[in-house]
């Protein structure tokens, strides 16, 4: 699939694939210490590839020279601020790597039998109390492997509880500041999405929920603080309504990292919470995962939580010492949501991080991300910034805060896509643009704790300088950035035809026939 | 003042300052004082780095990994040898550290990881299109589901009790929720599906027949026959495969299988008791504005310069909310990231001869161990015997730090006692001798 379209590139832009020559290898394959039956003698031939599939030919030095170019291209945590809102993009601890990778965990196999994983097991149990305490809520269940698994899971055992008490509900509320994991969980699940809508504070719109939450509600799917970096000061009376009405409510827990210590989901009326490890405990993002999303319920939910659980026995096998087990004995789970014991390797680091910080680290971990949401908040709401860029609820916030780019668009003729694009120049990463939808030209904003005021103060500085300069001369940010390995890319394009794998030689560009792109920016979340 | 933050106290005043406000508790007061948080976590203090490691380390040594032992265990998730470069290359953090690619003009290396990755699996799939990853096999079987419903509306599933027992049972989850029917077709007598009863079970309410290749017994299925009564009736013809016998094993796309979905952790992931892992997800070009998932794509910016960026978004969550065509959002970038270099590392030549490899010693071992068989047709790198002292096998391999394979009998009462043995690169001759003693000997004692 190579030479040809070689020559033509200029050497950085190649894939793998376009380096690749005939005859090179980095692989060399164990001896063969066996007979050398014919491979015919094994396989029938219709069973047989006719052909290897296209996969590069090239060295290892190559192939290290080749990613380590491709990472250069990636701007990362480690590099700069991140304030992606909603992503809580905190310092990942080295010391989470080392330790998941000592080979008692990085080379355990997943079927190993229990006696043989203790060690294992435990961690997986502690975790689990650990989770079960920040949380506020008894049981918990480690298995589903993202955020959006946990909300499917919730969803599941939402339908397994009613079902298990004769009842057919049909409908899960959702503000419309939920994130797009929500509703489409919803419809994933078989239920329809009933949208709740938001009142001036930023919180629920209580009249809107009576209305809405009824004997066909089977819960309502529910952040706190919400995608606007409130806290629902009804919290309360929500969860009364709700569980007034049989629905149960549900917590998506992306936001966890402002109220760690602080005030617990269960304490709150939630039956069901879900964690994203790789947000509130500092699992790497890994540019899309991996990532964990375990659950925690109450005690009326626990009967149908997936299987197996991690269990710890007492005094089994004739032991002094507890045994460590996976109890696949759960006759009203709603079964498994994938294989095995769920993302192991994500559970070490968080593990790892909560035994760092501590039950007094985890509260500071909360208080220092509210100061510096509420700081950069602050520094963002001076003249000059406030103008073009007011705050969508005049509040205190919490860990995060959403910002309109209405002004900016209006006096400057620039958009929030345009304010992103520029802050690349800037060796920033911009917040997330977009989202939530009920706020005009939204960006959102949350910084984490482990940021420092300096670096909270030289964000505000650079968007300062970013609306100064459109003042002047609005063109810069239209058509920023300038200094990134690439420019603005033609979105559009890449999805009237895709082209979403390297050609062979042969066949030319695998380009399809596409529907036509929206024109306005999406959320980026 | 925790290790990971760094706020001072002269910091907190400015900053309370420039807020407004006198204390940091003031910032919570919109928290109602009756959900507040009285006691303090109930959990103990932070603790020192290195005591910390110490405290895993110690959990870590309770463990049997496959460094101390040699292990025969296989059931979806493999013994290869992970090569030293996709350590390396996986820690930089410019891999390691960045969110999902939101930003394309400063995560070209992302986007184009994720191309390379979808080309790969394309072409070991031998199906036009591929995603950036799923989470992981089984729940990857249950969302090619989800799509097949989605595509036609019908409301049966149809799967081999060949498919991995956690993709039957999370696709059983999964269906529970939509409303489809799982149907299970049985094994024949030679641990294959069996054609007439999938045949039989296929009719006009079928969405999608769901098979593995090779099976779960290690079976190397006879797709063209299965392939032709599973599509009788237009379902959607999924087939979970193992990705690094693709190699040699003809792939699911010249079958005219729709979608090939698996578990990705053989391609240079760690065990890590089975996650973090990825799997992945092809298909015919019908279904690209339907699958799950990330897809990145090939385009250039306004200097004409070439890039890539997250594409046919409209499929998904953050753009179609309700009307999406799966919930997923994170999915397994930095596995998926290993599971390109190790095909690059592999290359076009070693991906066979791989295979080769494991074709050839598991032959031999199946030679070797001279127990009866469960699935005596065509094998690559797994397969079932039955061992009339299986208890005893187990625990004299134990003993001697050998882990004899995977008991059958949790999810297959059928076969009590068969044991599945798994013959990666890692195992040798030597080792393979090593069990087939063991075997021998036990038997031996019982003939005695
Ligand atoms: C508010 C919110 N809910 C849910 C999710 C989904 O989580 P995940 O990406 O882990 O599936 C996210 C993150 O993307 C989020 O920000």
Redesign the pocket.
């Known amino acids: 699939m190579r030479s040809e379209a070689g020559g033509r590139r200029p050497e950085n832009t190649l894939t793998i694939y376009e380096k690749s020559r005939e005859g090179r290898r980095a692989f060399v394959s164990p001896e063969l210490d066996v007979p050398e039956i014919p491979i015919s003698d094994l396989l029938p031939s219709d069973l047989l590839r006719s052909e290897p599939p296209e996969l590069p030919e090239i060295s290892e030095p190559e192939i290290v020279r080749h990613y380590n170019g491709l990472s250069k291209k990636n701007f990362d945590l480690d590099t700069g601020f991140y304030p992606l809102g ?2 809580t993009m905190k310092h990942n601890p080295k010391l989470n790597e080392r330790v998941a990778a000592l080979p008692g965990f990085s080379r355990l196999h997943p079927l190993q039998e229990p006696q043989y994983a203790q060690g294992a097991l435990e961690l997986m149990w502690r975790l689990q109390r650990q989770l079960s305490e920040v949380a506020g809520l008894p049981h918990v269940s480690l298995q589903p492997s ?4 946990g ?1 499917l899971a919730g969803l599941l055992l939402t339908r397994a509880y009613h079902e298990d008490n004769g009842e057919q509900r049909t409908k899960v509320l959702t503000p419309d500041t ?2 797009g ?2 509703p489409a969980t919803v419809t994933m699940s078989g239920y329809e999405v009933v949208k709740v809508g938001t009142a001036e504070d930023g919180g629920v719109d209580l009249d809107d929920l009576r209305d809405k939450a009824g004997d066909d509600t089977a819960c309502l799917m529910l ?1 706190n603080p919400n ?1 606007l970096g409130l806290f629902d000061r009804n919290i309360e009376e929500i969860a009364r309504i709700v569980h007034d009405a049989g629905a149960t409510l549900y917590y ?1 827990g ?2 966890l990292n402002a109220v760690l210590g602080i005030s617990r989901p269960g304490d709150m009326g939630f039956d069901i919470v879900h964690f ?1 490890l ?2 509130t405990f500092t699992q790497p993002h890994g540019g899309g995962g991996p ?1 964990a ?1 375990p659950i925690a319920v109450s005690d009326r939910i626990e009967p149908y939580l997936p299987r197996p659980q991690v269990v710890r026995r007492e005094g089994a096998n004739g032991h002094s010492e507890p045994f460590f087990d996976l109890d696949f004995e759960r006759p009203k789970s709603i079964g498994r949501l994938r294989g095995f014991q769920g993302n192991f390797g994500v559970f070490v680091r968080s593990y790892a991080y909560i035994c760092s910080v501590g039950g007094d680290g985890l509260k500071d971990v909360s208080e220092t991300a509210v100061l510096n949401a509420n700081y950069l908040r602050a520094r963002l709401a001076e003249p000059g910034i406030a103008e073009y860029l007011p705050i969508a609820f005049d509040r205190l916030c919490m860990h995060e805060f959403v910002l309109s780019g209405r002004g900016a668009r209006d006096k400057l003729g620039i958009r929030t896509l345009d304010i992103a694009k520029r802050l690349l120049d800037h060796k920033v990463h911009p917040p997330t643009v977009y989202f939530p939808l009920l706020v005009d030209e939204a960006l959102m904003i949350e910084p984490t704790e482990t940021e420092t005021k300096e670096r909270l103060d030289g964000f505000a500085d650079a968007i300062r300088e970013i609306l100064e300069e459109a003042k002047e001369d609005p063109e810069i940010a239209k058509n920023a950035p300038y200094t990134t390995p690439v420019r603005r890319l033609d979105e559009a394009a890449a999805a009237r035809h895709p082209v979403v794998r390297q050609a062979r030689p042969e066949a030319g560009g695998r380009r399809a026939e596409g529907g036509a792109p929206s024109a306005t920016p999406s959320p980026s ?1 | 003042m925790s290790r990971y933050t760094s706020a001072t106290d002269a910091d907190r005043r400015e900053m309370l300052d420039a807020i407004g406000v006198g204390s940091v508790e003031e910032l919570f007061r919109d928290i109602p004082e009756p959900v507040r948080q009285r006691e303090p976590i109930a959990m103990p203090d932070g603790m020192a780095e290195q005591d910390v490691y110490d405290h895993l380390r110690a959990l870590a040594s309770r463990n049997r990994d496959a460094e101390q032992e040699v292990t025969f265990a296989g059931g979806g998730m493999y013994d290869h040898y992970v090569p030293a470069l996709i350590d390396s290359i996986l820690q930089r953090s410019e891999f390691l550290t960045p969110y999902t690619p939101y930003q394309p003009e400063i995560s070209q290396g992302g986007l184009q990881v994720m191309f390379e990755f979808q080309t790969a699996i394309s072409e070991l799939t031998g199906l036009p299109v591929a995603n950036a990853s799923m989470y992981e096999g089984p729940s990857s079987v249950a969302s090619a589901g989800y799509m097949a419903r989605l595509d036609n509306g019908r409301s049966k599933f149809v799967v081999s009790r060949g498919v991995h027992p956690n993709s039957r049972e999370t696709l059983a989850t999964y269906a529970h929720a939509f409303g489809s029917e799982v149907v299970e077709v049985p094994l024949d007598g030679r641990g294959a599906t069996h054609l007439g009863a999938l045949a039989a079970a296929v009719d006009d309410d079928t969405s999608a027949v769901i098979l593995q290749q090779p099976n779960f017994l290690g079976t190397v299925e006879d797709l063209g026959p299965l392939a032709e009564a599973a599509k009788r009736t237009g379902a959607v013809l999924v087939c979970a495969v193992d990705p690094l016998t693709l190699g040699i094993l003809r792939p699911p796309g010249e079958f005219g299988v729709d979608v090939a979905v698996g578990e990705g952790q053989s391609l240079g992931n760690r065990l890590d008791f089975g996650g973090p892992s990825f799997g992945f997800y092809a298909a015919t070009e019908k279904f690209l504005r339907r699958m799950p998932g990330r897809i990145a794509g090939e385009t250039v910016d306004v200097d004409g310069k070439r890039g890539f960026v997250l594409t046919l978004q409209t499929r998904e969550q953050h753009i179609r909310r309700e009307k999406a065509t799966h919930n ?3 999915a397994q970038a930095l596995n998926a990231l290993a599971g390109v270099i190790y095909l690059s590392w592999l290359g076009k030549r070693g991906v066979v001869e791989l295979g080769e490899l494991m074709l050839r010693r598991t032959a031999y071992a199946r030679e070797a161990l001279g127990a009866e068989l469960v699935n005596p047709g065509p094998v690559v790198r797994e397969f079932a015997i039955r061992l009339p002292n299986l208890d005893e096998v187990c625990e004299r391999a134990r003993a001697e730090g050998i882990n004899p394979g995977h008991r059958l009998r949790y999810y297959y009462p059928e076969y009590e006692d068969c044991l599945l043995v798994a013959i990666t690169e890692r195992r040798t001759r030597k080792d393979i001798d090593r069990l087939a003693e063991i075997v021998q000997g036990a038997r031996e004692e019982v003939h005695a």
């Open positions: 909603s992503c993202a955020g959006s698994h909300e939920a994130h994991t929500n952040t995608t998506d992306a936001n994203n790789h947000k990532g999303g979340i | 997923i959002c994170t």
